[in-house]
């Protein structure tokens, strides 16, 4: 019995001396629909400490409920492009690098873009694009990219992102422009295009567009690459395009907030995301592409055959900070919307 009563308190002191005993909270404000319950539980488990999750749907909700109250949170997962405005006006702490062990794992190619050029800041979460859709048992035609999914026949029969940004992004790509060629200039020439577009879209939806797709009210979307996965996983009636003219591949990161009250426990949790059988299974719920490589070659044949997480081609490109511009987008954007 006391050499029972030994080892237990031996096992203890070693579990403890590792970290994994240790108790704490810490508040994460993340995507909706992008982490799986399973791994803050197996996270909690492990460490002691409590996750308390809230989810947001937009860059802009995010960004609007950190400056109205940042220090609440304890970690965040802004895109690439929201973590360079967060970077320039200091809203977010520097990175422990040092006890970030696993931060080996990730692609060197995903690691200080210029976003964060130092890679001080953040670190990849998942990556992915923006493309179409297409139900292949309803649409016979052709569709390769904007200018054919927002044709007068698909009227009503249509899902795209709830998303302002792209929205116009899309519509400066149909026009030959680049994603971050945004100017008073190239925004006046997209304006008669979205508003065309706008009144063909039956659905906007951010946080889960391929439910109208799966429920057949649609049959087609724009939608991010990590739901188009799913459907074709679902059914491989379901096709993903990445459109012609061009795409965004977007990089979300996991950062901590400047002020946040429990960075060690934050820092705890990144580590404990960048482990290659935690990250499996975040890619195994949401099928996007996985910046870490370790973790890729725990992947099934079939995950990397899917043509939406792991897209062979396509003229892609990340989003930079556009700066006021992003308010004469929205502006733009809500305009139109509203006029319908």
Known sequence: MNLLKTALVALSALIGSAGLLAKGELNLFGWSEYIPQEVLDGFTAETGIKVNFETYASNEELLSKLVAGGSAYDLVQPSDYTAEVMIRRKMLAPLDLAKLTNLGNIDPAL????????GKYTVPYMTGTVG?????????????????????????????????????????????HSANDISKETLAKARPVV???VKL???????????????GDVDLGIVWSGEAAILWNEDRKFQYVLPAEGAHQFIDVLAIPAGAKNQAEAHA???????????KLISAKFPYTNPNLAARKLLSPDELAN?????????????????RLAADIDQLVTDLKSAQ
């Open 111 to 118: 690691m200080k873009l210029p976003h964060d050029p130092a």
């Open 132 to 176: 179409i859709v297409i139900n292949t048992e309803k649409v016979k035609t052709p569709v390769r990219g904007y200018k054919d999914f927002f044709a007068p026949q698909h009227k009503d029969r249509l899902v795209v992102l709830n998303d302002n940004r792209e929205l116009v992004t899309w519509a400066l790509y149909s026009l030959g």
């Open 195 to 197: 508003a065309e577009w």
């Open 201 to 215: 879209v039956k659905v906007f939806d951010s946080d889960s567009p391929k439910t109208a797709l799966l429920n």
């Open 269 to 279: 949790l990144i580590n404990y995301i960048l482990r290659p059988e935690v990250s």
């Open 307 to 323: 043509p939406a997480s792991y897209p062979k081609e396509g003229k892609l490109e990340t989003f930079r900070d556009i700066g």
